[in-house]
């Protein structure tokens, strides 16, 4: 008599539909919140739809697209089970980089991939992302949960995400605005952001042997609560500050630190310096470079030294940015100006000591 056996099915290789189902029923409410009159339809259907009638008091409307990550933070969410406020540095990344150009965030779309769907953990993912979503003006209007047993592990999981902005054609921003003389001034960030986390992790942890539970004098909290501070989301920020004063250019200081970032809006014959004296870093740069022994212009390339986004405009616009900037309460100040290219072969560059 030979045994009988039982079929494969879905749930034995791994993938559990219903706990995939009710992570949707979890997350709805939270992107409800981010409706715009655009959005038709809701959360289920197999595309996002979005009222593109709205773009008809356009002239010229550009459309433009980002996508991005969170990187390896995802790891300290992981590791302190917080997970409501990753989506918040996703959407920042995504959004951010949009209204670069001077284009109005529109809607976004996110991927969220798992080894185990835990419903309650994706559904806070999502609230993050939707809570992101409220703090850019944006819509949430669609997504994915995609579970994957055996090539991650029942707690790991990473997320995406790509957004769409529109434009007016002639206002947009970038290189060809730029003139010497501008100001470039500069929005502080809310700490690390979501860059430079694989050499903060390789530093802190297996260098200092350091514990996200410690406390540190320094920092005024536990070192998981510092790193998991969520990237500040400059998008309204931005879009008041290009209707209220005359604005050239952003920068979104991400990989790469900030004269490099800088450096993508600044055209072939123009340079800008930047002037470290004009600012402090917060501690947590401090502690990651005396921890690592990191090389000031490794630092400088890898992490965003307390500046999150900047701004060029015409000098005689700097007294109305700043204020406009104050009045929403975003911590803004001159960081340097734009110079004819002379003898700089970079776009733009460092100069000074930080601010102690």
Not at 124 to 153: N, S
Not at 325 to 333: H, Q, Y
Request: include cysteine.
């Amino acid at each position: 008599m030979t045994e009988k056996t039982t079929g494969a099915s879905y749930a034995a290789a791994g993938v559990d539909i219903e706990a995939g189902d009710r992570a949707v029923e979890l997350m709805k409410e939270w992107v409800k919140k981010t409706q715009r009159p655009e959005v038709l339809g809701g959360l289920g259907g197999f595309a996002g739809l979005f009222d593109a009638s709205a773009l008809k008091r356009y002239e010229r409307p550009l459309l433009a697209s980002a996508t991005d990550g969170v990187g390896t933070k995802v790891d300290i969410a992981r590791q302190l089970g917080v997970y409501d406020t990753i989506g918040h540095d996703l959407v920042a990344m995504v959004m951010d980089d949009i209204v670069v150009c001077g284009a109005e965030p529109l809607f976004m779309t996110d991927y969220i991939c798992v080894g185990k769907v835990h419903p309650e953990r994706v559904a806070a993912i999502v609230k993050g992302i939707a809570e992101g979503c409220v703090l850019a003006g944006c819509a949430l209007v669609g997504g994915e949960t995609a579970e994957h047993p055996g090539l991650l592990g029942p707690d790991d999981f990473d997320v995406a995400g790509a957004g769409t902005g529109v434009v007016e054609y002639d206002r947009l921003l970038g290189a060809d605005r730029i003139r010497t003389g501008d100001a470039v001034i500069a929005m502080a960030s809310s700490g690390l952001h979501s860059n430079g986390y694989s050499l903060v992790r390789h530093v802190l942890f297996e260098r200092a042997k350091m514990s996200l539970e410690s406390h540190v004098e320094e920092l005024g909290r536990t070192l998981g609560e510092e790193l998991l501070e969520p990237t500040k989301i400059y998008s309204l920020d931005c879009m008041a500050l290009t209707r209220t004063a005359e604005v050239h250019a952003y920068s979104h200081i991400t990989g790469g630190g900030l004269a490099a970032n800088l450096a993508r809006v600044i055209p072939d014959h123009l340079h800008a310096t930047v002037d470290r004296s004009t600012w402090a870093p917060g501690a947590i740069f401090d502690l990651v470079g005396k921890a690592g022994q990191v090389e000031q212009p490794e630092l400088e390339k890898t992490l965003n030294m307390g500046v999150g986004m900047m701004a060029v405009v015409p000098q005689e616009s700097v007294d109305v940015a700043l204020t406009a900037l104050a009045d929403r309460g975003v911590d803004a100040w001159v960081a340097g100006e734009i110079l004819d290219r002379g003898d700089h072969t970079e776009g733009a560059t460092m100069t000074g000591s930080y601010a102690s």
